[in-house]
């Protein structure tokens, strides 16, 4: 992919492929589970890393990484994901820190459930899923102002509401929203 865009005047990048995995974690297929963590975490290093550069040497642009509602405390039956999640949250929250004087915008995105394919891969049932529209533009109007945005109903539900809970009573509660969500336990 970097070589492929080696002429292209990359001025923003989205890294927003992932996927995740649902139940409890010893019941998930192991080789699965790792390549999730390849794709949200080792892909998108290597494309921050890779394209960052570049955004850096023009010195201006902007990097987006979709994180998660899930990513600010673990998650009973869907504990590596969020894991997963929280690793792209502390990158783009350390990354926007380094390079904010050097002309470079990044947004971690903390969307809620989204319509996409990712309630069949990872076997969720998303009744509340948020439309894709919604999330993208809440995206673009909070890159360069804000270093995390929560876009849709659910994720600013989710997230303000918890946010004066302790960490236990966090892991506790999102815990059982994805139990409400897991269609095997």
Do not use: I
Request: net charge positive; glycine share 12%.
């Amino acid at each position: 992919m970097l070589e492929s865009s080696a002429d292209s005047d990359v001025g923003l990048v989205v890294c927003a492929a992932g996927f995740g995995t649902s139940g409890p974690f010893l019941q998930n297929d192991l080789p699965t589970e790792l390549d999730m963590l390849q794709v949200n975490c080792g892909a998108l290093a290597a494309l921050s890393w890779g394209l960052g550069q570049r955004l850096v040497q023009r010195g201006r642009g902007g990097l987006v990484l979709l994180s998660s509602v899930v990513a600010f405390q673990g998650v009973s039956r869907s504990a590596h994901y969020a894991a997963s999640k929280a690793y792209v949250q502390t990158l783009a929250e350390g990354l926007r820190e380094e390079w904010s004087g050097l002309g470079v915008q990044v947004l971690s995105v903390a969307p809620g459930p989204v319509q996409s394919g990712f309630a069949a891969r990872s076997q969720l049932t998303m009744a509340r899923a948020e439309d894709p529209t919604v999330v993208a533009r809440a995206s673009l109007d909070a890159l360069g102002r804000t270093g995390t945005v929560r876009p849709g109903f659910l994720a600013k539900l989710l997230g303000y509401s918890l946010a004066l809970a302790p960490r236990w009573g966090r892991v506790k509660m999102m815990g059982q929203v994805m139990a409400g969500m897991a269609r095997r336990t």
